[in-house]
């Protein structure tokens, strides 16, 4: 849902709005959009991934750490606040006691499918992240049992779908043994 305000506010006016609630926006283009709220069983596989890549992490004493729905991405015009995100630990670094906004592409995005915001998650979010300049993006979309991971080449995104006991591949995890299978059995 986009909140109108009377007139347009800036990035800046953005990053000090407060409207007394406890409702999460995104800005586009000078207007607040909010955000649904996420459900249990969506929360809990956020959880998962944050807890699987941080083990990945540490096992691989990668320079990398993970945000779990509060790193926005900021691409010049609008925000998005993915589900899971992977940076790199001087990436996170350079925030200091910033608002907790990445103007430049992190690792990794993950965004699992919403029912209510299929096309927000599968297409348009595709379209910005490949403009964004973000290498890896996995849409995990539980309603039809399927795990795509997006790498990006030349601009657009290359897309390998997996299923059931299928095995991703991962070019910033070239390690990590994961299936849809086993996603849905830990949850």
Same mark, same amino acid.
């Given at each position: 849902? /986009?909140?109108?305000?009377?007139?347009?506010?800036?990035?800046?006016?953005?990053? /000090?709005?407060?409207? $007394?609630?406890?409702?999460?926006?995104?800005? +586009?283009? $000078?207007?607040?959009?909010?955000?649904?709220?996420?459900?249990?069983?969506? +929360?809990?596989?956020?959880?998962?991934?944050?807890?699987?890549?941080?083990?990945?992490? +540490?096992?691989? +004493?990668?320079?990398? %750490?993970?945000?779990?729905?509060?790193?926005?991405?900021?691409?010049?015009?609008?925000?998005?606040?993915?589900?899971?995100?992977?940076?790199?630990?001087?990436?996170?670094?350079?925030? *200091?006691?910033?608002?907790?906004?990445?103007?430049?592409? %992190?690792?990794?995005?993950?965004?699992? =499918?919403?029912?209510? %915001?299929?096309? =927000?998650? /599968?297409?348009?979010?595709?379209?910005?992240?490949?403009?964004? $300049? #973000?290498?890896?993006?996995?849409?995990?979309?539980?309603?039809? *049992?399927?795990?795509?991971? #997006?790498?990006?080449?030349?601009?657009?995104?290359?897309?390998?779908?997996?299923?059931?006991?299928?095995?991703?591949?991962?070019?910033?995890?070239?390690?990590?043994?994961?299936?849809?299978?086993?996603?849905?059995?830990?949850?």
């Amino acid at each position: 849902m /986009t909140v109108t305000t009377a007139k347009k506010m800036t990035f800046e006016e953005y990053l /000090t709005y407060e409207d $007394g609630s406890d409702r999460r926006y995104e800005f +586009n283009d $000078g207007e607040l959009v909010e955000m649904t709220p996420a459900s249990v069983f969506h +929360n809990d596989l956020m959880m998962f991934f944050a807890f699987f890549l941080q083990s990945e992490i +540490n096992h691989s +004493n990668h320079p990398y %750490c993970v945000r779990v729905n509060s790193t926005q991405i900021f691409n010049g015009k609008r925000t998005r606040r993915p589900d899971v995100l992977v940076m790199t630990v001087a990436q996170s670094k350079s925030l *200091g006691n910033q608002p907790d906004i990445l103007h430049e592409p %992190c690792l990794l995005v993950i965004e699992i =499918v919403s029912p209510t %915001c299929r096309s =927000v998650d /599968t297409v348009e979010k595709r379209k910005e992240y490949a403009l964004f $300049g #973000l290498p890896e993006y996995w849409i995990i979309d539980f309603l039809v *049992g399927t795990f795509s991971v #997006l790498t990006l080449v030349n601009g657009s995104y290359i897309e390998k779908v997996y299923r059931e006991e299928d095995r991703i591949a991962s070019d910033i995890f070239p390690s990590i043994s994961l299936s849809m299978n086993q996603v849905m059995a830990s949850i």
